[in-house]
Nanobody, 124 residues
Framework: QVQPVESGGGVVQAGGSLRLSCVVSGRTFSSYAMAWFRQAPGKAREFVSTISWSGGRTRYAESVEGRFTISRDNAKNTVFLQMNSLKPEDTAVYYC?????????????????WGQGTQVTVSS
């Protein structure tokens, strides 16, 4: 059973930082592409960042480029999202997702496994 579990969300002031983590159960984590999506109240879920199975390719939404960094530790079955210079518009539930295909895709429908989400709130 593959199950992503997110942690690290919380409340932070604008300009602050948070680091999200996502641990994935199962023995094939190193073959999955991993991604972060987010959903703000009243809005559709949107792509934030993705990393290929090897970590060799990363992609970011334009809104977070230069502020967020995605990384992974295959030995620990964990993917991270370092979020700096946070803005109130970053407030959302952040979801971790795994794609069996392995490529760093931004297409939500290509992700096979999803976590329950972690709340990030940025106050102004």
């Amino acid at each position: 059973q593959v199950q992503p579990v997110e942690s690290g969300g919380g409340v932070v002031q604008a300009g602050g930082s948070l680091r999200l983590s996502c641990v994935v159960s199962g023995r094939t984590f190193s073959s999955y592409a991993m991604a972060w999506f987010r959903q703000a109240p009243g809005k559709a879920r949107e792509f934030v960042s993705t990393i290929s199975w090897s970590g060799g390719r990363t992609r970011y939404a334009e809104s977070v480029e230069g502020r967020f960094t995605i990384s992974r530790d295959n030995a620990k079955n964990t993917v991270f999202l370092q979020m700096n210079s946070l803005k109130p518009e970053d407030t959302a539930v952040y979801y971790c997702a795994a794609a069996v295909s392995g490529g760093a895709t931004i297409v939500e429908g290509l992700y096979d496994y999803w976590g329950q989400g972690t709340q990030v709130t940025v106050s102004s």
